[in-house]
């Protein structure tokens, strides 16, 4: 779907409901073309923002967080169209790419590079989406013992099970 079209189905989210616009901010648009640049949302954050004395996993939720506003997508959309254009890349391109890649796989008896090629299309389809992962430290769950123990019990009587069958106890 181009760009233009996109822009006639939803409002400009530099809009305001004032009418007035509310371009990016000098660090929002910084952050946005070391994203293109770099590849990478946290390592975009740490250029475009003062994250020396943040953690890893606070630079990737507040990376995350300005990756997510509605303005600053757009942006990245924006940015990522015109890389594309200015290097000829097509998804129609790439999949024909990845399939002389799976040619090659399976002349040369990779399988693992035969796999490879296969994700690959899959992924640039949105056959398959990248999963992220949530930890929870165990010591947390600790501090809050009751609580959780609590939330197994309901859970389990949503199922209609006992807490005891969830590992709870009971009350």
């Not at 070391?34 to 994250?51: F, K």
């Not at 990737?60 to 506003?69: C, T």
């Not at 989406?129 to 009751?146: C, N, Y």
Request: aromatic share 4%.
């Amino acid at each position: 779907m181009s760009s233009k079209r996109q822009a006639a189905d939803k409002p400009d989210p530099t809009i305001g409901k004032d009418g007035k616009s509310y371009p990016l901010t000098q660090k929002q648009e910084a952050f946005c073309r070391a994203v293109i640049e770099l590849g990478d949302q946290s390592a975009a954050y740490r250029h475009a923002y003062d994250a020396e004395n943040m953690s890893d996993e606070a630079i990737w939720v507040e990376a995350s967080r300005i990756a997510d506003k509605p303005k600053v997508a757009l942006r990245l959309s924006e940015l990522q169209e015109q890389a594309a254009a200015k290097h000829g890349v097509t998804v129609e391109g790439l999949v024909e790419k990845l399939e002389s890649a799976l040619r090659l796989a399976e002349r040369t008896e990779s399988p693992a590079a035969a796999v490879s090629a296969v994700m690959g299309q899959a992924k640039l389809l949105g056959l398959i989406v990248d999963k992220q992962e949530s930890k929870t430290e165990i010591s947390d769950l600790r501090k809050d013992k009751p609580a959780v123990a609590q939330g197994i019990a309901d859970v389990a009587a949503q199922f209609g099970g006992k807490a005891d069958d969830a590992g709870g106890s009971k009350h």
